[in-house]
Nanobody, 113 residues
Framework: QVQLVESGGGLVQAGGSLRLSCAASGSSFGFSVLSWHRQAPGKQREWVASISLGGGTRYADSAKGRFTISRDNTKNTVYLEMNSLKPEDTGVYYC???????WGQGTQVTVSS
C-alpha cells in the first residue's frame, strides 16, 4: 500500500514563493512518473507539472517559468517549487504517482492579492 503525504502549503502574498513536498511510502516511487495537480474552488482538478523517471519535466502553460518540479528518489519525495505566485494559483495541490494511480490528501495553497 502506497501513501503520499503532501506538505508545505500555506498563505502567501502575491509574488511570494512556496515549496511543496510529497513524501511517498512504498518501493515503486523510483519507477514512476510523478506529477502535481491542483483544484481551485468550484473548478475541476488540473494538471500542473510532471517529472519522469529520468528527470524530464513538463509543465502546464500556467506554471512555465514560475514552477519547478523535482524529485529525490533517495528520499521518496517529489517537490514543487513555486515562485512569483498569483492569486489564481490558489487551490488544493495534490501529488500523484502514476504507477498504481495513487493520490495524496492535498495541501492548501492560498495566494492573497
Amino acid at each position: 500500500q502506497v501513501q503520499l503525504v503532501e506538505s508545505g502549503g500555506g498563505l502567501v502574498q502575491a509574488g511570494g514563493s512556496l515549496r511543496l513536498s510529497c513524501a511517498a511510502s512504498g518501493s515503486s516511487f523510483g519507477f514512476s512518473v510523478l506529477s502535481w495537480h491542483r483544484q481551485a474552488p468550484g473548478k475541476q482538478r488540473e494538471w500542473v507539472a510532471s517529472i519522469s523517471l529520468g528527470g524530464g519535466t513538463r509543465y502546464a502553460d500556467s506554471a512555465k517559468g514560475r514552477f519547478t518540479i523535482s524529485r529525490d528518489n533517495t528520499k521518496n519525495t517529489v517537490y514543487l517549487e513555486m515562485n512569483s505566485l498569483k492569486p489564481e494559483d490558489t487551490g488544493v495541490y495534490y501529488c500523484n504517482m502514476a504507477t498504481g494511480g495513487y493520490w495524496g490528501q492535498g495541501t492548501q495553497v492560498t495566494v492573497s492579492s
